[in-house]
């Protein structure tokens, strides 16, 4: 008779769960550091919301906690740029103003940072940043810090790099506990930490913890356009519902203008809670979108009219009568009315950390060096 023993665990000085930004992020901190680290994930590649957003490294808008995490962020993903051979655009982002509400949000924001940081604009010149006459352009905004990446093609560049760098990957391994080390469904890890980056599934692992931190899920929708009149657009383009979305323009005073003229002119755009924003892939094409709405479970039913909301909007902003659609997506991401991280150890072993909004590519690397820091991982 034969036995049969399971292989001995892999050790590690940290195991990350989850291969989305938000583990790589740990994985190039802990790495760097000099700690040999393993990522676990349950796909064959990054498939959730890392590859499914605008690629829109959002710094300037940002405030409080997450705008210092949004710093150290850019300038970690330029240095990743140069060293893992993805491209970085630093052509900033333009907000084009439509009212004169929103341009009172600008000139506000604009007057508490420096002029390095934001610059208001004329029409004209607006129109020049975008690449395109937005009709009923009043004004602008360009915030040139903000950078932007092709998510699609940096994320596996990303984890390309690390393995590189010595990070052990174990793709297409669903984890099945977090109890004494990492099991998974083809074997078990040992580490003297293990971070838990899986975004809005830590309800799979920890549900007790999910439900305290009040962990739901957002549901977007988002499409892929051919480039309207073949415009070539370098920035990231906010309009004026995104300054309800990212806190240093919604803290403004001049903000509550803007709800109340949106609320009054289009108010769909607030029942859906649609940023309207896009960027251009390298190939020309240009990502839009996009809507939220939450649910701690999603309903499986996407509704035709989200998309005919975008797509009309989408044409007045480019001022064409249709645009040609060639993908469509369901983005879905981590939120919590509790504020935009999750970060918790429900043992000493184990540190669960989230971003619990759509801020992830912007902030991950920043969030990381923190939650590292915290445990004396790192300096």
Request: glycine share 10%; with cysteine.
């Amino acid at each position: 008779m034969h036995s049969h023993s399971s292989p001995a665990p892999l050790r590690a000085d940290v195991v990350v769960v989850g291969a989305g930004i938000v583990g790589l992020a740990h994985a190039w901190h802990a790495v760097r550091a000099g700690l040999s680290v393993v990522v676990v994930d349950r796909d064959d590649r990054a498939v959730g919301a890392s590859v499914r957003n605008f690629g829109h490294i959002c710094t300037t808008a940002q405030s409080g906690r997450a705008r210092e995490y949004a710093v150290v962020a850019r300038e970690t993903w330029l240095r990743a740029g140069a060293e893992a051979g993805l491209a970085v655009s630093a052509h900033g982002t333009v907000v084009a103003a439509r009212s004169v509400a929103e341009m009172a949000v600008l000139d506000e924001f604009a007057s508490g940072r420096d002029r390095d940081e934001v610059r208001v604009l004329g029409a004209d010149e607006t129109a020049d940043r975008l690449g395109w006459a937005v009709p009923g352009l009043v004004g602008g905004a360009l915030m040139p810090r903000d950078l932007r990446v092709d998510s699609p093609a940096a994320v596996p560049a990303l984890t390309a790099h690390l393995a590189r760098l010595g990070v052990v990957f174990r793709f297409g391994e669903n984890v099945v506990d977090v109890v004494d080390g990492v099991r998974t469904t083809h074997g078990s890890y040992v580490a003297d930490t293990v971070i838990v980056c899986v975004g809005h599934d830590v309800d799979r692992l920890f549900p007790v913890l999910a439900s305290d931190g009040e962990v739901r899920r957002c549901r977007l929708r988002m499409m892929e356009i051919d480039p309207p009149r073949g415009v070539r657009i370098d920035p990231g383009v906010f309009t004026g519902s995104s300054l309800l979305r990212y806190g240093g323009f919604a803290e403004t005073a001049a903000a509550d203008t803007v709800r109340a003229e949106l609320a009054s002119l289009d108010p769909d755009m607030l029942t859906h809670t649609v940023n309207l924003m896009c960027t251009q892939r390298p190939d020309g094409r240009v990502v839009i979108g996009d809507t939220h709405h939450y649910e701690r479970t999603l309903d499986p039913f996407d509704d035709e009219a989200l998309d005919a909301l975008l797509l009309d909007r989408f044409c007045g902003l480019f001022g064409v009568d249709d645009l040609v659609v060639r993908r469509r997506w369901r983005g879905v991401y981590a939120a919590s009315a509790q504020g935009p991280y999750l970060h918790a150890s429900p043992r000493a072993d184990v540190v669960v950390a989230s971003v619990t909004s759509g801020i992830g590519m912007t902030t991950a690397f920043g969030f990381a060096r923190d939650v590292l820091a915290q445990r004396g991982l790192i300096p």
